[in-house]
């Protein structure tokens, strides 16, 4: 025991040390379990997330409840601003769903249509090759290749999928899988619901857990800094429809004027899930391109064209100053969170690195400006107290260094 309080600090490092070795070395364990233990948590971080943004909404409609003249309201005004923020949501949800769905349909059966035309044109477009070619023609029949197995090895792959798997598996797996989502969203709305209806009991929790843990200069400082992350993400997300508002007009303007089909249901897709950032737009494009595509591919090539052009504007000139603006963050700085961000955690990397980038570099701010005014006072507190020293040690003036008149006016006022 002795041995070990004399090189506590040696004992120490050396268990870190150990540590971060496993670490290294066993990254792939940690990260499996993790990801195990965050898929465990999926739904409550979901209902998380739903009650912050639903509370955007609620927020300032249950504020307004509270303080009009109605009595019925007044009392009610929780529950009143939580029906408020639902149903705005499943309206926008409902108005997006009733842009997309209808027109996916129409470009999906329009494709079904145009299919068996599409075949006609490659196979005479083929034999138009073949009897200019002759060679070609010969080329193909000297290989041994059966089309009508190809053809149903094929049909059977993308029915029936690998070997292991039949029809009804398939079957069985989607149905299992939607079932497991509904469950899920059912438990991240009534997550939410509980968050948002018991706010205030998780906010005194906090308050009792860091008087009993905490002093009153930390505790300050932890709040000070969830604040600043709750306003980081506030702003991140109003930033988001902001830009989402700006790429859909964008797109929809465009398209209008290049006589593209479908420029409103695209353009609304695209500025939707333009939320991912960087890659949102490119895979809203994918799900345009290919329904132009079914009119025509000539306006399908034209489409992807204009895509990368309003692209590369919004992410190199709005999105870095419209985002970077709303949570207090340079355009390089948002550039670059959005770019290591989704090289390491994927999509979520790149959605939630640009609000917490933001947090980490207000809460450096602050702490770097509290640091110049400590020694700024410390400064000004060194200067006062030099000059208390320098007033002590100056010396009096002897006799012989007064004054004459001095003198003379004190003999006078004694006669």
Request: include cysteine; hydrophobic fraction near 55%; proline fraction near 3%.
């Amino acid at each position: 025991m002795k041995l070990f309080r004399k090189y506590k600090t040696l004992w120490m490092a050396s268990f870190v040390v150990v540590l971060a070795i496993l670490f290294i070395t066993n990254f792939s364990y940690f990260a499996e379990g993790f990801k195990y233990v965050l898929s465990a948590f999926t739904s409550l971080m979901g209902g998380v997330a739903l009650a912050f943004i639903l509370n955007l909404i609620m927020a300032p409609v249950e504020e307004k409840l509270r303080n009009c003249n109605v009595r019925f309201f007044a009392k009610r005004a929780r529950t009143f601003a939580m029906l408020v923020a639902f149903l705005v949501a499943l309206c926008i949800i409902a108005l997006i769903l009733s842009i997309v769905i209808p027109n996916l349909i129409n470009a999906v059966q329009m494709l079904a249509r145009e299919v068996p035309r599409y075949f006609q044109e490659i196979q005479a477009a083929i034999d138009q090759l073949m009897v200019k070619y002759p060679e070609f023609s010969k080329w193909l029949g000297n290989i041994d290749l059966n089309w009508q197995k190809t053809t149903e090895a094929i049909l059977g792959f993308i029915l029936n999928g690998n070997s292991d798997k039949n029809v009804v598996n398939s079957t069985m797996s989607i149905v299992s899988g939607a079932i497991g989502g509904v469950v899920n969203l059912f438990v991240v709305v009534v997550f939410a619901t509980y968050i948002l209806s018991e706010k205030e009991r998780f906010i005194k929790a906090y308050f009792v857990l860091t008087d009993l843990f905490m002093s009153q200069e930390k505790r300050a400082h932890l709040t000070r800094s969830l604040m600043i992350i709750y306003e980081s993400f506030k702003s991140f997300i109003t930033g988001e429809i902001i830009e989402a508002c700006i790429l859909s007009t964008m797109c929809t303007v465009g398209m209008l004027i290049l006589r593209l089909p479908y420029a409103t249901m695209i353009g609304v897709l695209v500025g939707v899930i333009n939320m991912i950032p960087m890659v949102g737009a490119f895979v809203g494009g994918g799900i345009g391109a290919f329904i132009i595509f079914t009119i025509s591919p000539m306006k399908c090539l034209i489409f992807l064209v204009f895509l990368c052009v309003i692209q590369q504007i919004e992410s190199n000139i709005f999105f870095p100053r419209v985002i970077g603006n709303k949570v207090g963050l340079p355009g390089i700085y948002v550039m670059m969170t959005i770019v290591v961000g989704g090289s390491l955690f994927g999509v979520f990397g790149m959605v939630l690195g640009v609000p917490l980038m933001a947090s980490v570099y207000k809460i450096f701010n602050n702490y770097l400006a509290e640091v110049r005014l400590q020694k700024q006072a410390q400064k000004e507190q060194a200067n006062l107290q030099e000059a208390k020293e320098s007033d002590i040690d100056q010396p009096i003036a002897s006799q012989d260094e007064l004054n004459p008149e001095d003198e003379i006016q004190r003999v006078l006022m004694k006669q």
